[in-house]
């Protein structure tokens, strides 16, 4: 069963930069999608980018235009995040699916442990 271990984050001040990484535990082979997505206290579990296998990718209307996610190969994904605000201010999970899901990353079956972003203003 593969693992994400997630790595990044921290606390920065409003329009400042972070960047997230997810590494799977092994080779993720096949069609498979794999996104992020942040939980705040007292908010909404919110949705934030996915890309899949072919390249695709999918962005929250909130983050889009200032986050970018990227991978490097099978193993490791990247959530790079720029002109952050403090809204942006949850833990982050990265989440991934092997079974055709797209969206939203949240309901993907595996996630890592998360991490903690503190954006201040």
């Known amino acids: 069963q593969v693992q994400l271990v997630q790595s990044g984050g921290g606390s920065v001040q409003a329009g400042g930069s972070l960047r997230l990484s997810c590494a799977a535990s092994?080779?993720?082979?096949?069609?498979?999608?794999i996104g992020w997505f942040r939980q705040a206290p007292w908010k909404e579990r919110e949705d934030v980018a996915v890309i899949c296998r072919d390249g695709s990718t999918r962005y929250a209307e909130s983050v889009n235009g200032r986050f970018t996610i990227s991978r490097d190969n099978a193993r490791n994904t990247d959530l790079q995040m720029i002109s952050l605000k403090p809204e942006d201010t949850a833990t982050y999970y990265c989440a991934l699916d092997r079974m055709g899901i797209r969206w939203p990353p949240s309901a993907f079956p595996y996630w890592g442990q998360g991490t903690q972003v503190t954006v201040s203003s």
């Open positions: 092994t080779y993720i082979g096949g069609s498979y999608c």
